[in-house]
């Protein structure tokens, strides 16, 4: 199904379109250089952001030019797959079933005969869920914030407070006039290396608030090697993270 829309002057940031099979986000950032379009990894709305409100018009139209893609990146994306008993997840880069056993409500990880890890707590449907979720957000609350600690050290930081959430489309954020960083707690979900290079990224930033190539150099020297593998996969398989709910 193709979408139309009534002639219109001017759009407005915070507008949304509807553009027949999906809905259509508008947005400024005045830190982006050029229109960007993404889908959001939890509701399917495709989202085009411009870097100015002046753009907009412009932004829509770029959006028109990639309906097809949009469709197909829409397919693409992976059903909802709740935390359930026999769900296989990854943490911190290991391959981890949860299980269910009564009487366990804090869920604890154990190490079967085989060798493979298991998440164990008790509960069935949502109290199940929440209860690996609080589990997940306490483990990558601590982790990035020793993380970060160490990063910021490297650059002669310290104090710097760590936060989560569950953004829909970033995965860290940062206020360097008040040296707080906020990350997407499902990040502990990804390969190690890549969280870190999350973590060094969002650091780099309480020195270099843009992403200017002095502030990818930062990055360079604060993660100690080469990121854009790292920033590849958060880019093409970080939607792989939004499906466990």
Same mark, same amino acid.
């Given at each position: 199904?193709?979408?139309? %829309? ?13 553009? !027949? ?19 959001? @990894?939890? #509701? ?11 753009? %907009? ?9 990639? =309906?097809? $893609? ?32 009564? !009487? ?27 209860? &690996? ?9 601590? #982790? %990035? ?12 930081? #310290? ?5 989560? @959430?569950?953004?829909?489309?970033? $995965? ?14 499902? &990040? ?12 060094? =990224? ?13 502030? $990818? @150099? ?11 593998? =790292?920033?590849? $996969? ?12």
């Amino acid at each position: 199904m193709m979408f139309s %829309l009534k002639p219109s002057e001017t759009y407005e940031p915070g507008q949304s379109l509807d553009f !027949g099979d999906y809905t259509l986000r508008l947005r400024v950032n005045a830190r982006a250089r050029r229109i960007s379009l993404r889908i959001d @990894n939890k #509701t399917g709305d495709a989202i085009v952001t411009a870097p100015r409100p002046k753009h %907009l018009k412009d932004a829509v139209e770029f959006a028109r030019t990639r =309906h097809d $893609w949009i469709l197909q990146t829409r397919r693409g994306q992976e059903r909802p797959q709740p935390f359930a008993p026999g769900t296989v997840i990854s943490i911190k880069g290991h391959a981890v079933t949860l299980a269910e056993r009564k !009487g366990v409500i804090a869920p604890k990880a154990e190490q079967a005969e085989d060798g493979s890890w298991l998440l164990v707590t008790s509960g069935e449907g949502a109290t199940y869920a929440k209860r &690996i979720e609080r589990y997940l957000r306490q483990l990558a609350a601590k #982790t %990035l914030q020793a993380e970060t600690d160490t990063y910021a050290a490297r650059l002669g930081v #310290t104090g710097v407070k760590v936060s989560l @959430n569950d953004p829909k489309g970033r $995965w860290g954020s940062c206020t360097p006039s008040r040296k707080t960083i906020r990350y997407s707690w499902r &990040i502990v979900m990804a390969p190690p290396q890549v969280r870190q290079y999350l973590v060094a =990224h969002e650091v780099s930033h309480l020195r270099h608030p843009d992403h200017s190539p002095a502030f $990818w @150099n930062c990055v360079t020297e604060v993660f100690g090697g080469a990121y854009k593998p =790292h920033r590849d $996969w958060l880019k093409k398989r970080g939607h792989e993270l939004f499906r466990f709910q």
